[in-house]
């Protein structure tokens, strides 16, 4: 049974960082693709950016890049969200994902078969 525990969510004014971690448990990841996603109230849930668990390729959305990073520790079982110059607009749920088919669609939200229970983050300005 796949298991996705995120933690590091808090409030955080405008300009400020937070680093968002996801335990991974229950198989092993090493064919994962993990994904970030956020949902703000009224909107739909938006990619945020991925990792190919073995390869280390990472993916980005244009509203993150250069601000957040996305990393995996192997021997942990955990991807981390770097988030910095963090702004309003990243208020949202943070929710970790997971996906082992190498869909080849990583920024989709429909292509992640595991999902955690998601983590708010809330800038203020």
């Known amino acids: 049974q796949v298991q996705l525990v995120e933690s590091g969510g808090g409030l955080v004014q405008a300009g400020g960082s937070l680093r968002l971690s996801c335990a991974a448990s229950?198989?092993?990841?090493?064919?994962?693709?993990m994904g970030w996603f956020r949902q703000a109230p009224g909107k739909e849930r938006e990619f945020v950016t991925a990792?190919?668990?073995?390869?280390?390729?990472?993916y980005y959305a244009d509203s993150v890049k250069g601000r957040f990073t996305i990393s995996r520790d192997n021997a942990k079982n955990t991807v981390t969200l770097q988030m910095n110059s963090l702004k309003p607009e990243d208020t949202a749920v943070y929710y970790c994902a997971a996906e082992f088919r190498s869909s080849g669609r990583p920024r989709s939200v429909y292509e992640y078969d595991y999902w955690g229970q998601g983590t708010q983050v809330t800038v203020s300005s």
């Open positions: 229950g198989r092993t990841f090493i064919t994962a693709t």
């Open positions: 990792i190919r668990w073995s390869a280390g390729i990472t």
